[in-house]
């Protein structure tokens, strides 16, 4: 099983970013989908999960509004696309895949996990 999660960069406070995530080795459509972020010296945060059909999303309250969690199930592909980035945004995120209740957010229960891929915001 592979997540490869791609497109971090730098990017200025108020920008816009859109991190990929392809997934192989696995049955993509029947797994709920997460992003987590963790910055330095942080514990890893949850931040959005999707439902295996892409019907149903739920998101941390510092994202709500701001970041689009979203889903590709013919490409394998999560995408998650940040608006009005904030500096305190700036942080590696992953993505991870889960077949437990929608509503886990806790990192320990999501089976696997890509790589991650670091954003870094500017002011």
């Known amino acids: 099983v592979q997540l490869q999660a791609s497109g971090g960069g730098l990017v200025q406070a108020g920008g816009s970013l859109r991190v990929s995530c392809v997934v192989s080795?696995?049955?993509?459509?029947?797994?709920?989908m997460g992003w987590f972020r963790q910055a330095p010296a942080k514990e890893r945060e949850f931040i959005a999960r999707?439902?295996?059909?892409?019907?149903?999303?739920i998101y941390v309250d510092s994202v709500e509004g701001r970041f689009t969690i979203s889903r590709d199930n013919a490409k394998n592909t999560v995408y998650l696309q940040m608006n009005s980035l904030k500096r305190e945004d700036t942080a590696v995120y992953y993505c991870?895949?889960?077949?437990?209740?929608?509503?886990?957010?806790?990192?320990?229960?999501?089976?696997?996990w890509g790589q991650g891929t670091l954003v870094t915001v500017s002011s």
């Open positions: 999707i439902s295996w059909s892409g019907k149903s999303t």
């Open positions: 080795g696995l049955t993509f459509k029947t797994y709920d």
């Open positions: 991870a895949a889960s077949e437990g209740p929608f509503s886990e957010r806790n990192p320990e229960n999501y089976k696997y």
